[in-house]
């Protein structure tokens, strides 16, 4: 366990990583915020956080690097980035990282955690965190936070032995969370728990893009409506064919959430909008190879899948 409060390197500090880097360095946790297109206006002017939930906040000055190389070794290193520039952030991972760090990957999709494992040393630790949360950027170093904001953690592999070394280490990480006022909680499984997410990522993600619309009109409408289900359905089925069965219910809880929920764009959205590359491998092509490698197919996911790489060439044209 790591005595009085750790230091946090932020690597990618977009919505994800600006709204939880900035929430833990105003708890009082020492944060340092790896930057790129964005580091001369974080510099001038700070994190600005509009939040719902937490109201106006604003970090500045803020400990900005252009460069991993240039951070001071942390214990604990966030990783906010998306899925599609993984192997690119592995080097910055090693640079920032202090003997035997903890890499929390705050990532969406599944199996992300196996494909940057071999590309760290064996002496950092590897966790996935699920955060659920409803976040953009609108502009350079600035946050939009709708509502939400939980974080569960999970152990994926490291020198950590056996679970209770494991869990001790995911119990520190979730601590973190909460001093800054964030729910987190611990999971035992975290791919279990990489498929329940899916649930919601694979047809709201994707019908966004598709579609060209937000939640609440995704909900309104009664053929996007049963098309939602559909797809949260193959996701569920998928998932247990993998051997991880999702709780009863479970698609139900998240449809009434989101009815709850204000309007909201997610984060594919946004992705397409501003012409970046789609995260289709981690929340598509990876539970689709799963669930066809036990023998299990999801053709309502892959059509809307092969719709999404069409747009997202054509995006790039």
Same mark, same amino acid.
């Given at each position: +366990?790591?005595?009085?409060?750790? @230091?946090?390197? &932020?690597?990618?500090?977009?919505? &994800? ?5 900035? +929430? ?41 690097? @252009? ?8 214990? %604990?290193? !966030? ?13 910055? &991972? ?25 590309? !760290?040393? *064996? ?14 950027? =609108? ?7 709708? =509502? $939400? ?5 999970? #152990? ?6 056996? *679970?209770?070394?494991? +869990? ?6 979730? =601590? ?18 990489? %498929?329940?997410?899916?649930? %919601? ?17 995704? /909900?309104?409408?009664?053929? =996007? ?6 797809? /949260? ?20 809880? $998240?449809?009434?959430?989101? *009815?709850? /929920? ?10 397409? &909008?501003?012409? @970046? ?6 929340? #598509? ?12 197919? /999801?053709?309502?996911?892959?059509? !809307? #899948? ?5 747009? *997202? ?5």
């Amino acid at each position: +366990m790591t005595t009085g409060k750790p @230091r946090i390197g &932020i690597i990618g500090t977009g919505a &994800i990583g600006g709204f939880y880097g900035l +929430m833990l360095a105003r708890a009082g946790f020492d944060v340092h915020f790896l930057l790129r297109s964005e580091f001369p206006a974080v510099s001038a002017r700070g994190l600005q956080l509009n939040s719902a939930v937490h109201g106006a906040q604003v970090l500045h000055p803020v400990q900005a690097y @252009r460069s991993a190389a240039d951070m001071p070794p942390c214990d %604990w290193l !966030l990783v906010g980035a998306k899925t599609t520039s993984n192997t690119a952030l592995a080097p910055a &991972i090693v640079d920032a990282a202090a003997p035997g760090a903890k890499v929390l990957l705050l990532q969406n999709g599944l199996a992300v955690e196996d494909e940057l494992r071999p590309l !760290l040393p *064996d002496s950092l630790h590897l966790l996935g965190g699920l955060c659920f949360i409803c976040a953009h950027r =609108s502009a350079p170093g600035v946050i939009e936070h709708q =509502s $939400l904001g939980a974080v569960n953690l999970g #152990y994926h592999s490291g020198p950590a032995q056996g *679970d209770e070394a494991r +869990m001790a280490l995911v119990e520190e990480g979730a =601590s973190l969370f909460r001093a800054a006022g964030i729910d987190s909680s611990a999971v035992a499984s975290l791919e279990q728990a990489r %498929w329940q997410k899916l649930v %919601w990522n694979v047809p709201y993600n994707g019908l966004a893009v598709l579609l060209n619309a937000g939640t609440t009109a995704l /909900m309104a409408n009664p053929d =996007s409506r049963a098309l939602i289900q559909t797809l /949260m359905q193959e996701v569920v089925d998928g998932a247990a064919a993998c051997g991880h069965r999702v709780p009863d219910n479970f698609a139900a809880k $998240l449809l009434a959430g989101t *009815d709850r /929920m204000p309007d909201y764009l997610p984060s594919m959205y946004h992705d397409f &909008i501003q012409h @970046r590359p789609l995260e289709l491998h981690a929340i #598509y092509e990876a539970p689709l190879a799963a669930a066809a490698g036990v023998g299990f197919e /999801m053709p309502q996911v892959r059509a !809307l #899948y092969q719709a999404l790489r069409f747009l *997202d060439a054509r995006n790039h044209d």
